[in-house]
């Protein structure tokens, strides 16, 4: 059975079927031919560098930028992920941030577990119609994003490297974008290329009366830069499944009462995630049976 680095504990619906198929280890060791980790590990370029007969990695999510990709290229080392299957339940968490941000639901229901309610009405909140969404990646998940709010009748614009063949605004810099959009969401990948993009002149766009979402990676929002804007009222609210520090999460941020923070938790249903695992079972099974790899990202 080919040998398959796990370097950190990967839930059971995943270890299991791994484990029937492959001599699973938890430390690297000269015998290893793949590796699984979970979206958004950074991969040490000193690991891969330690695992000289390292073939593929499968990475149990869509997000691969924890993958020191030129590394791989230049070992011959293949890369999958788990895209399409995670889609609809990320894009389900960005609605569900952009109607917590707009009704103040986070808020809503402090002020009734607080006890607040018999002393007074909750303030009023913000409709969505009329309304502008500005997608920041129209990927997968971005384009699920603006169907669904569609249906709540906003209006799409969107921000990506090139214009596509949509039915919605394309602005040629995020710059624009920020200054259309009442709801800036972030839907793209993570990784050098995009640190950073949400930065203090970004949300200056966005304005007072701008929310903030990003279901994405923390790593392309300047975190004290939106805890800046937050605090001063510089944008009105903000909605993060995602952090730069993860598990960490800045106090300054959660003293924040208009930002809505979830543990990145956009692809957690049962269904996505066993769907994902299966992805990387196929990927490793085609791959050590020299058959054309499903989901290869290189
Ligand atoms: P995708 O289909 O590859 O879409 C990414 C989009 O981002 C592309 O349309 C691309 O458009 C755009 N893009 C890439 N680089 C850009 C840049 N520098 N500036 C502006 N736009 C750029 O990926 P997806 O499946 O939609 O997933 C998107 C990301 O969501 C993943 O990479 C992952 O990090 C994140 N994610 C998060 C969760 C969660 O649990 N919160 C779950 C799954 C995925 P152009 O090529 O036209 O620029």
């Given at each position: 059975m080919p040998t398959v680095l796990t370097p950190v504990p990967l839930p059971d619906f995943l270890a299991a079927p791994l484990a029937a198929n492959h001599d699973c280890v938890k430390i690297p060791e000269a015998a290893v031919r793949a590796m699984v980790v979970p979206g958004g590990y950074a991969v040490p370029e000193a690991m891969i560098a330690a695992?000289?007969?390292?073939e593929i990695i499968s990475v149990f999510?869509?997000?691969?930028?924890?993958?020191?990709l030129p590394a791989c290229q230049a070992r011959g080392i293949r890369v999958t992920n788990t895209p399409d299957v995670l889609t609809d339940d990320v894009a389900d968490i960005a609605v569900a941030l952009v109607l917590m941000t707009s009704r103040r639901l986070g808020e809503a229901e402090r002020h009734v577990r607080g006890g607040q309610w018999p002393l007074g009405t909750f303030p009023l909140a913000h409709a969505l119609r009329g309304k502008t969404a500005g997608i920041l990646g129209l990927g997968r998940i971005g384009k699920a994003i603006a169907r669904r709010l569609e249906a709540f009748g906003m209006k799409i614009a969107y921000h990506g490297r090139r214009p596509q063949p949509v039915p919605f605004s394309f602005c040629p810099s995020l710059r624009e974008l920020a200054q259309v959009s009442d709801f800036l969401i972030v839907a793209c990948p993570g990784g050098?290329?995009?640190?950073?993009?949400?930065?203090a002149e970004v949300l200056a766009d966005l304005g007072s009366k701008g929310t903030l979402i990003n279901?994405?990676?923390?790593?392309?929002?300047?975190e004290q830069a939106l805890i800046r804007a937050l605090e001063s009222g510089g944008i009105r609210s903000a909605g993060l499944?995602?952090?730069?520090?993860?598990?960490q999460v800045p106090e300054r941020l959660l003293a924040c009462p208009q930002a809505v923070v979830l543990?990145?938790?956009?692809?957690?249903t049962h269904e996505t995630r066993r769907a994902m695992a299966q992805l990387v079972v196929d990927n490793l099974a085609a791959h050590f049976a020299g058959q054309p790899l499903i989901t290869p990202v290189s």
């Amino acid at each position: 059975m080919p040998t398959v680095l796990t370097p950190v504990p990967l839930p059971d619906f995943l270890a299991a079927p791994l484990a029937a198929n492959h001599d699973c280890v938890k430390i690297p060791e000269a015998a290893v031919r793949a590796m699984v980790v979970p979206g958004g590990y950074a991969v040490p370029e000193a690991m891969i560098a330690a695992l000289p007969g390292l073939e593929i990695i499968s990475v149990f999510g869509v997000g691969y930028d924890g993958v020191p990709l030129p590394a791989c290229q230049a070992r011959g080392i293949r890369v999958t992920n788990t895209p399409d299957v995670l889609t609809d339940d990320v894009a389900d968490i960005a609605v569900a941030l952009v109607l917590m941000t707009s009704r103040r639901l986070g808020e809503a229901e402090r002020h009734v577990r607080g006890g607040q309610w018999p002393l007074g009405t909750f303030p009023l909140a913000h409709a969505l119609r009329g309304k502008t969404a500005g997608i920041l990646g129209l990927g997968r998940i971005g384009k699920a994003i603006a169907r669904r709010l569609e249906a709540f009748g906003m209006k799409i614009a969107y921000h990506g490297r090139r214009p596509q063949p949509v039915p919605f605004s394309f602005c040629p810099s995020l710059r624009e974008l920020a200054q259309v959009s009442d709801f800036l969401i972030v839907a793209c990948p993570g990784g050098p290329g995009t640190r950073h993009l949400i930065d203090a002149e970004v949300l200056a766009d966005l304005g007072s009366k701008g929310t903030l979402i990003n279901i994405a990676r923390g790593s392309v929002v300047d975190e004290q830069a939106l805890i800046r804007a937050l605090e001063s009222g510089g944008i009105r609210s903000a909605g993060l499944d995602v952090f730069e520090n993860e598990p960490q999460v800045p106090e300054r941020l959660l003293a924040c009462p208009q930002a809505v923070v979830l543990p990145h938790l956009g692809s957690a249903t049962h269904e996505t995630r066993r769907a994902m695992a299966q992805l990387v079972v196929d990927n490793l099974a085609a791959h050590f049976a020299g058959q054309p790899l499903i989901t290869p990202v290189s």
